[in-house]
């Protein structure tokens, strides 16, 4: 359990070093914006996320105590 904890970690912070920071949103951009929820239901490994990242490529990476989690807009992949 531990080591997958520190995988986790490791792969979180290798992601949040090497990705570029997006750019800001501008107001006239604000009507495209979807906003939605990720559950256990959709797939993620634990409710508790503590760990946000959008990489370039467009994926949502969310890290859990359970895992990494890497949600593409249509579903879920966990790493553990």
Same mark, same amino acid.
Do not use: C, E, H, K
């Given at each position: 359990?531990? @080591? =997958?904890?520190?995988?986790?970690? &490791?792969?979180? &912070?290798f992601?949040?070093?090497? =990705?570029?920071?997006?750019?800001p *949103? ?8 979807? *906003? ?10 634990? *409710? ?15 890290? @859990? ?10 579903g ?5």
């Amino acid at each position: 359990m531990r @080591t =997958s904890q520190i995988t986790a970690f &490791a792969i979180t &912070a290798f992601i949040s070093f090497t =990705s570029q920071a997006q750019n800001p *949103v501008s107001p006239g951009d604000w009507d495209n914006i979807r *906003v939605g929820r990720l559950s256990i239901d959709q797939g993620l490994s634990q *409710v508790t996320v503590l760990a946000i990242l959008q990489d370039r490529r467009g994926f949502i990476w969310l890290g @859990t105590q359970n895992g990494l989690n890497r949600y593409d807009g249509y579903g879920m992949t966990v790493f553990t």
